[in-house]
C-alpha cells in the first residue's frame, strides 16, 4: 500500500479488510439511484466495482420496467387481460430486482465479488 491518500485501494481479500464506511458504501451500491454515492466518494475499488454493478442492474431494471408499462398501456386497451398480465410481470421483475441486489448485498458484505449472469461484461468495461 501507498502512503498516497488519494490512491485506489486493491480488492480486500475477506471481510474482514472492510471498514464501516465500506460496508454501508456497499448496502447503497444496490439501492437504485443511491449506487451513485458510492461510485463517485468511494477509493475503493471493490466498493467503485459494486457501484457500477448496482448501476447497471438499476439502469437495466428501469429500462426493463418502462418497456413492460409502456407494451402493458397499450396492449390494455384491447384486453384487461392484458393489464393484469402485465402488471404481474411488472411486480415480478421488481422482486427479481430485489432479490438479486439482496443476495449482491450478502456477497458483498462477505467481501466476495459475485457477478450477475449477463452483467459481468458490462461491469467490467465501464
Same mark, same amino acid.
Given at each position: 500500500?501507498?502512503?498516497?491518500?488519494? &490512491?485506489?485501494?486493491?480488492?480486500?481479500?475477506?471481510?474482514?479488510?472492510?471498514?464501516?464506511?465500506? /460496508?454501508?458504501?456497499?448496502?447503497?451500491?444496490? $439501492? +437504485?439511484?443511491?449506487? $451513485?454515492?458510492?461510485?463517485?466518494?468511494? /477509493? &475503493?475499488?471493490?466498493?467503485? +466495482?459494486?457501484?457500477?454493478?448496482?448501476? %447497471?442492474?438499476?439502469? %437495466?431494471?428501469?429500462?426493463? &420496467?418502462?418497456?413492460? *408499462?409502456? $407494451?402493458?398501456? *397499450?396492449?390494455?386497451?384491447? &384486453?384487461? %387481460?392484458?393489464? +393484469? #398480465?402485465?402488471?404481474?410481470?411488472?411486480?415480478? #421483475?421488481?422482486?427479481?430486482?430485489?432479490? #438479486?441486489? $439482496?443476495?449482491?448485498? *450478502?456477497?458483498? *458484505? /462477505?467481501?466476495? /465479488? +459475485?457477478?450477475?449472469?449477463?452483467?459481468?461484461?458490462?461491469?467490467?468495461? %465501464?
Amino acid at each position: 500500500m501507498s502512503s498516497d491518500p488519494l &490512491s485506489v485501494d486493491d480488492q480486500p481479500a475477506g471481510a474482514d479488510d472492510l471498514d464501516e464506511e465500506d /460496508r454501508l458504501m456497499l448496502v447503497l451500491s444496490y $439501492l +437504485w439511484v443511491l449506487a $451513485l454515492v458510492p461510485f463517485m466518494v468511494s /477509493r &475503493s475499488a471493490f466498493v467503485r +466495482w459494486h457501484a457500477k454493478q448496482g448501476l %447497471i442492474l438499476c439502469g %437495466i431494471t428501469c429500462l426493463a &420496467s418502462l418497456g413492460v *408499462i409502456f $407494451l402493458g398501456a *397499450i396492449l390494455a386497451t384491447l &384486453s384487461k %387481460i392484458f393489464a +393484469w #398480465l402485465f402488471a404481474f410481470l411488472l411486480i415480478n #421483475l421488481v422482486l427479481l430486482y430485489m432479490a #438479486l441486489a $439482496l443476495v449482491c448485498m *450478502i456477497k458483498a *458484505i /462477505r467481501g466476495e /465479488r +459475485w457477478t450477475i449472469p449477463f452483467l459481468g461484461d458490462l461491469v467490467e468495461k %465501464i
